[in-house]
């Protein structure tokens, strides 16, 4: 499965987590805690999303949409509806990838040495930002988009540390956060893996904090399916 990606924004970076202000407004460190403050505290998302993708050896681009399940600690599912449907499902142990057009699964169980393949763990976990990222900021003019006319867009770069393995280890080379400044609430997630290719999650409808099931995050596989255990 290739889940998918966009194209890199220019960005301004700003050597660690000093005290320069942004806009003369608030300092990068201060943003930061009320980011990570804001993450740490959702136990679960519920989201439509809408999925662009670039592959820069292709140089080809697509779009997909679906439907996100979060829950802490690292339960995923990701419900693709178009183009195709395809389903993603990660907990603490196993990671099931089903594609009913090919009526086959992937099937993976996670260990010390085999970890969840999605960066999108990123958002199932606690976070401590200045810890396992280099941290800067994007300079961007979001005005003309819709969603934000009537916001402040801050949107983060997040380049995982030597000593973050867990993102190194999947090739996952910065993640980018657009964050919405008046609640610190998260509408976009991206990431751009080591070969330069790039997916970015905008959640539409976003729902934090959520009674869901444990079981939404269980799979189990249908008849006639082919498994593959990799």
Known sequence: MKIGYTVLIFVIFISGLNSEAISNEMPLTEIILKVQDRLNQTTSIRSEFEQKNFIKSLGARTTSRGFLY?????????????????????????????????????????????????????LSKKINLSKEFQISLVDTKMKNVKFWKK????????????????????GVKFLKIHIDSSDYKIHVFEYTDSMDNNSKFEFLNLVENEDIEDNVFEFTIPANIDVIRY
Do not use: C, G
């Open 70 to 122: 979060i829950k802490k600690p690292e339960k995923i599912k990701i419900q693709y509806i178009k183009p195709q449907k395809q389903v993603f499902v990660s907990n603490e142990n196993s990671i099931w990838i089903y594609t009913p057009k090919f009526k086959q699964v992937l099937h993976r169980k996670i260990s010390i040495t085999k970890q969840n393949i999605n960066p999108i763990i990123f």
């Open 151 to 170: 916001r402040k867009p801050l949107i983060i770069k997040l380049t995982p540390k030597k000593s973050n393995q867990k993102f190194s280890k999947i």
